[in-house]
């Protein structure tokens, strides 16, 4: 159903995946931001089935071609994203949106009308929150699974989209005194935001090409209500 695309605004080269609805000509866009393994075909899947239900998705590809098939790599690949390289997946996410946004993805009837929802796993469930901080006025939608909250500083003071953050009950890189803190944090500053944890799963249980921790009864119900979290919020 999709694509790999490849371009460059104001300076910036960005890659990734690009699925499209049938039918549609203009819409919402979901930005689909890759796990530490990187822009692997499970996430390719995730933009695909997003484009099932009516959205344009776009998976961008912040390692820029690098994946990893092991936890070793890919924490290397996910520690030099956040201790090096965020300014550039800065630039390439802002490049995004313009580059969409000049191409009528995401339109709906007049200029201000443009809707974006970002969603990511793991390193992406934490750039989508450091990314809804960073650039509030031109996200409308966030949903997080399970984001890291101590690997960069994510000022939850900027955030102004409605949030639907989801996680794990027994996430081993996530303590759920991390999530209280989130929650307080969305408390203090009246974030819109809802969290559903999953007991009893780990980390990553929506990744169905990981067997070893794939939940399918949470996975499918997260799903729709992802899917209507995005419905109400960008359409």
Same mark, same amino acid.
């Given at each position: 159903?999709?694509?790999? /695309?490849?371009?460059?605004?104001? #300076?910036?080269? %960005?890659?990734?995946?690009?699925?499209? @609805?049938?039918?549609?000509? +203009?819409? @919402?866009?979901?930005?689909?931001? =890759?796990?530490?393994?990187?822009? %692997? @075909?499970? /996430? +390719?899947?995730? *933009?695909?089935?997003?484009?099932?239900?009516?959205?344009?998705?776009?998976?961008?590809?912040?390692?820029?071609?690098?994946?990893?098939?092991?936890?070793?790599?890919?924490?290397?690949?996910?520690?030099?994203?956040?201790?090096?390289?965020?300014?550039?997946?800065? &630039?390439m996410f802002?490049?995004?949106?313009?580059?969409?946004?000049?191409?009528?993805? #995401?339109?709906?009837?007049?200029?201000?009308?443009?809707?974006?929802?970002?969603?990511?796993? *793991? *390193?992406?469930?934490?750039?989508?929150?450091?990314?809804?901080?960073?650039?509030?006025?031109?996200?409308?939608?966030? &949903?997080?699974?399970?984001?890291?909250?101590?690997i960069v500083?994510?000022?939850?003071? +900027?955030?102004?989209?409605?949030?639907?953050?989801? =996680?794990?009950?027994?996430?081993?890189?996530?303590?759920?005194?991390?999530? %209280?803190?989130?929650?307080?944090? *969305?408390? +203090?500053?009246s974030i819109?935001?809802?969290?559903?944890?999953? &007991? #009893?799963?780990?980390?990553?249980?929506?990744?169905?090409?990981?067997?070893?921790?794939? =939940?399918?009864?949470?996975?499918?119900?997260?799903?729709?209500?992802?899917?209507?979290?995005?419905?109400?919020?960008?359409?």
């Open positions: 159903m999709g694509k790999m /695309i490849s371009f460059k605004k104001d #300076g910036v080269e %960005v890659s990734g995946y690009f699925a499209e @609805p049938e039918a549609i000509t +203009k819409g @919402p866009l979901v930005i689909v931001i =890759h796990e530490w393994w990187g822009l %692997v @075909p499970h /996430i +390719k899947d995730v *933009c695909d089935r997003y484009a099932r239900e009516g959205f344009f998705a776009f998976g961008i590809d912040l390692y820029k071609g690098k994946t990893a098939n092991n936890p070793e790599d890919a924490g290397k690949l996910m520690q030099d994203l956040f201790q090096n390289r965020l300014p550039e997946a800065e &630039a802002k490049a995004s949106l313009d580059y969409f946004k000049e191409n009528d993805i #995401g339109f709906v009837g007049r200029v201000q009308d443009y809707r974006f929802g970002v969603t990511g796993f *793991c *390193c992406g469930g934490t750039c989508t929150w450091y990314f809804g901080a960073k650039f509030p006025q031109d996200v409308h939608a966030l &949903a997080p699974y399970y984001g890291l909250y101590s500083p994510i000022d939850f003071s +900027k955030i102004k989209a409605p949030v639907f953050a989801v =996680h794990a009950g027994k996430d081993a890189f996530i303590p759920l005194s991390d999530v %209280v803190k989130a929650i307080e944090e *969305c408390n +203090k500053h819109n935001a809802q969290f559903i944890i999953y &007991a #009893g799963v780990d980390h990553a249980f929506f990744n169905d090409a990981r067997p070893e921790v794939y =939940h399918e009864e949470y996975a499918k119900d997260v799903w729709i209500k992802t899917v209507a979290f995005f419905k109400q919020h960008l359409e």
